[in-house]
């Protein structure tokens, strides 16, 4: 596609339900990154693959959050039994590889309120 | 533990002025610094990518700088616009970790009044 697709943009839960954020990257783009925005933490890694591997998943807050990317291209990041702390806006990026970070491409978010 | 600062958390300057922002971090071991812009309710926009072997990088407007051995980087915006109101995030990547894994600031908030 023509830039990095995320849905949804917005999602409502309530606390203890299961949640499925989606990350469509840039066509030929190897490298995917989740990261989360929140206000009192700014902007933290997550987790990235390179292909449709994660050599990094030293990010993910717990073990209630997972990722994964099928065919190399959509990404998607599930949130267990979500607790009111995650809410937050998730954001995805990719780029052409792992070590082309000069090239990354963010898409809008997709923001979790969790009540 | 690397840590990323910037200063000022927010700056409200007039159109016209010419700023600098301010990022340092802790750990000089990075293999590159960027700067983002970030506009409310969306994704990140990437303004200048500097090399650690490069001083600085310059896109239109924008002059980004980089002092490795200090610690430091600074955003040099010249003749500011309104259009320019942004959060302006910077963001490392260490040298020694897989690519893509940044580290960010806490960003500074800027608004330029007309």
């Known amino acids: 596609g023509a830039g990095v697709s995320q849905s949804p943009s917005n999602k409502v839960t309530e606390k203890g339900k299961d949640v499925e954020l989606r990350c469509d990257p840039i066509?030929?783009?190897?490298?995917l990154y989740w990261y989360r925005q929140s206000l009192g933490q700014g902007l933290e890694f997550l987790i990235y693959f390179q292909g449709n591997s994660a050599p990094d998943k030293s990010g993910l807050p717990s073990d209630r959050f997972s990722a994964e990317r099928t065919g190399g291209s959509v990404s998607t990041l599930t949130i267990q039994r979500t607790q009111q702390e995650d809410s937050a806006v998730y954001l995805c990026?990719?780029?052409?590889?792992?070590?082309?970070?000069?090239?990354?491409?963010f898409g809008e978010g997709s923001r979790l309120t969790v009540l | 533990k690397q840590e990323v600062t910037q200063i000022p958390a927010a700056l409200s300057v007039p159109e016209g002025e010419n700023l600098v922002l301010n990022c340092s971090f802790t750990?000089?071991?990075?293999?590159?610094l960027q700067w983002f812009r970030q506009d409310p309710g969306k994704g990140l926009t990437s303004l200048l990518l500097i090399q650690s072997s490069q001083r600085e990088q310059t896109s239109g407007r924008l002059n980004a700088s980089l002092d490795k051995s200090s610690g430091r980087s600074t955003l040099y915006i010249a003749a500011s616009q309104p259009g320019d109101s942004a959060t302006y995030l910077c963001a490392v990547t260490l040298i020694y970790n897989q690519g893509g894994k940044l580290i960010f600031g806490q960003g500074t908030e800027l608004s330029v009044k007309p």
């Open positions: 990026a990719s780029s052409q590889s792992f070590r082309n970070t000069g090239e990354l491409f």
């Open positions: 750990d000089s071991a990075i293999y590159n």
């Open positions: 066509s030929g783009h190897t490298a």
